[in-house]
């Protein structure tokens, strides 16, 4: 998630709703900072078993700013180590729960 759309929450902001009327606003950032954490390891070749529940529950701790950054500065790292120059992407295996697909097609649901 972008520093600067979590830069823009004022302190005061994290509780309220979103479009999405289960989740307030820390809860969505939450859930995104999570899947990008989720990104590194199973694109450097770990199952969703290895990775287990790490990334489970708060990841943004007292500084979500700086695990928004963390977290979004991890895959794109790992996008980079994977596709030097950003341009085409060559095929990497993602081992998902329903078995192994490419990382580049793999369906988001």
């Known amino acids: ?5 979590v830069a823009a929450i004022e302190n005061d902001q994290w509780l309220d709703p979103t479009p999405c009327a289960e989740w307030s606003v820390r809860e969505l950032v939450n859930h995104v900072v999570a899947e990008e954490l989720w990104a590194a390891p199973l694109l450097r070749g770990a199952t969703v078993l ?5 990334f489970d529950g708060d990841v943004l701790g007292e500084d979500p700013l ?3 950054r963390m977290g979004a500065g991890e895959a794109v790292a790992v996008v980079d180590a994977l596709v030097p120059g950003g341009g085409r992407f ?3 295996t993602a081992r998902r729960t329903w078995g192994s697909t490419c990382a580049n097609c793999a369906p988001t649901t």
């Open 1 to 5: 998630m972008g520093g600067a759309c």
């Open 50 to 54: 290895e990775v287990g529940s790490q």
């Open 66 to 68: 700086g695990r928004a």
């Open 90 to 92: 060559s095929c990497r």
